[in-house]
Antibody
Framework: EVQLVESGGGLVKPGGSLRLSCAAS????????MSWVRQSPGKGLEWVSYISSSGSSIFYAESVKGRFTISRDNAENSLFLQMNSLGAEDTAVYYC???????????????WGKGTTVTVSS | DIQMTQSPPSLSASVGDRVTITCRASQSIYSALNWYQQKPGKAPNLLIY???ILQNGVPSRFSGSGSGTDFTFTITSLQPEDFATYYCQQSSSIPITFGQGTRLEIK
């Protein structure tokens, strides 16, 4: 079964850091572009970041550029999001998602994890 | 950035009804438009990609159409499990952007 499982969320103080993980199983992780998408409480979906299958191509939303770093470990079938200088506006459920195009990018997500919740509060 | 404007923000309908949601892009995105369904507390679920292609396993009562800047999403004969929030998303260019969502409620 194709599956994505996020972890690493929690409560963090403003200005703090957190590292999210996304464990992939049931497919050849190293062949697929991956993304992070977040959803603030009661709000819509916001794309955060994207990383190509090899990790050579990376993009960020302007709202997180310079503070968040996406990475992946294809040997461990894992995706990461390092989040620094967190503010209240980063409070959200963070989802990882798989791009359906093998060894390419379609810029949409056909498989999603259940999400991990990040709360930034003093 | 490409802005996605989705309407209506909310919609009340009854089981068996036909409903239509529209999504407009701020510039042409050709057919790079996708639709997701999201239920409370759950992750989004891809229903349609490429404006009109039904994702595997999605019931045929869901459909999408359009190209360029104007797109529609239709559910024929609403079922109880269809009451959810629906989002459009453009995949033409980075940054990926979503519509604001349409909450479909039971009348």
């Amino acid at each position: 079964e194709v599956q994505l499982v996020e972890s690493g969320g929690g409560l963090v103080k403003p200005g703090g850091s957190l590292r999210l993980s996304c464990a992939a199983s049931g497919f050849t992780f190293s062949s697929y572009t991956m993304s992070w998408v977040r959803q603030s409480p009661g709000k819509g979906l916001e794309w955060v970041s994207y990383i190509s299958s090899s990790g050579s191509s990376i993009f960020y939303a302007e709202s997180v550029k310079g503070r968040f770093t996406i990475s992946r470990d294809n040997a461990e079938n894992s995706l990461f999001l390092q989040m620094n200088s967190l503010g209240a506006e980063d409070t959200a459920v963070y989802y990882c998602g798989r791009d359906p195009l093998r060894r390419g990018s379609s810029y949409y997500m056909d498989v999603w994890g259940k999400g991990t919740t990040v709360t930034v509060s003093s | 950035d490409i802005q996605m404007t989705q309407s209506p923000p909310s919609l009340s309908a009854s089981v068996g009804d036909r409903v239509t949601i529209t999504c407009r892009a701020s510039q042409s995105i050709y057919s790079a438009l996708n639709w997701y369904q999201q239920k409370p507390g759950k992750a989004p679920n891809l229903l349609i990609y490429g404006a009109s292609i039904l994702q595997n396993g999605v019931p045929s009562r869901f459909s999408g159409s359009g190209s360029g800047t104007d797109f529609t999403f239709t559910i024929t004969s609403l079922q109880p499990e269809d009451f959810a929030t629906y989002y459009c998303q453009q995949s033409s260019s980075i940054p990926i952007t979503f519509g604001q969502g349409t909450r479909l409620e039971i009348k």
